[in-house]
């Protein structure tokens, strides 16, 4: 049984409710979010598909800025709301229970984050909650990408963590959509195996030379390499 608690140096989130747990995919990427924007001019961030609140909460550690996550599944936005409650960073942390083509603001935002839903086609589970947090039942590439066009400014940026067999078709509703890659990392679980995630950085504008990376999670020895130790120090126990 999943633990029903992860815990943090500076907070806890707690899961029980949720379908989708913390995973050491998602740290990694709420970690290089952080590490990558904490030195930009970001006042306002969007995390769509919020989940447990995760990668708000390891953003809020990094970046001072207000946070808007948005949650459609009721018992993960209630999740997401206590543990925003009892982070150091409640007083900027806000989570909106609707679907984000619904979401609808009255700002612009410098960065989007999101860890959208990987399966579109695959074998589907019974518990319709699962289904929600891992297919795209109801938000599709498209939709999201929509959503992220409409709702950030016109020099911010976006992240996306995808399953790296998504890969093509994600690329394809980007291209559709004239969003413009500038950072994309293929992350493997260690040395020893292929790519199992694609983390994208993008704009609606480009001004940057594409650059790719790829980084590992663990060694030959089955350590945590270097480059994950460092992006996850202030965040792991």
């Known amino acids: 049984m999943p633990n029903t608690f992860f815990r943090f140096r500076q907070f806890t989130v707690h899961q029980e409710k949720t379908a989708m747990k913390v995973c050491t ?14 030195h930009e001019n970001v006042g306002r961030v969007l995390d769509i598909g919020a989940g447990t609140g995760l990668l708000s909460l390891m953003v809020a550690q990094k970046i001072s800025c207000e946070i808007d996550a948005v949650e459609i599944d009721e018992n993960a936005y209630e999740q997401a709301s206590e543990n925003f409650s009892a982070s150091p960073w409640s007083a900027r942390l806000h ?11 009255p700002v612009k935002y410098d960065l989007v984050i999101s860890n959208p839903p990987f399966y579109e086609r695959d074998l589907r589970s019974p518990d319709e909650q699962r289904n929600v947090a891992l297919h795209g039942t109801r938000l599709g590439f498209d939709d999201l990408l929509q959503s992220v066009k409409r709702l950030l400014s016109d ?24 969003i413009s890659v500038w950072q994309k990392v293929l992350v493997r679980q260690s040395v020893n195996h292929h790519f199992f995630r694609v983390i994208y950085l993008v704009k609606k504008r480009m001004n940057e030379m594409l650059t790719y990376e790829e980084m590992a999670i663990k060694d030959v020895s089955n350590r945590y390499t270097g480059e994950f130790n460092r992006l996850l120090n202030d965040y792991y126990l």
């Open 155 to 178: 020099d911010g940026s976006a992240a996306f963590l995808v399953p790296y067999e998504r890969e093509n078709a994600f690329e394809e509703a980007m291209l559709k959509n004239e």
């Open 25 to 38: 995919d998602a740290c990694l990427f709420g970690a290089l979010v952080a590490d990558r924007f904490q």
């Open 95 to 105: 989570v909106h229970h609707q679907a984000i083509q619904d979401f609808d603001p």
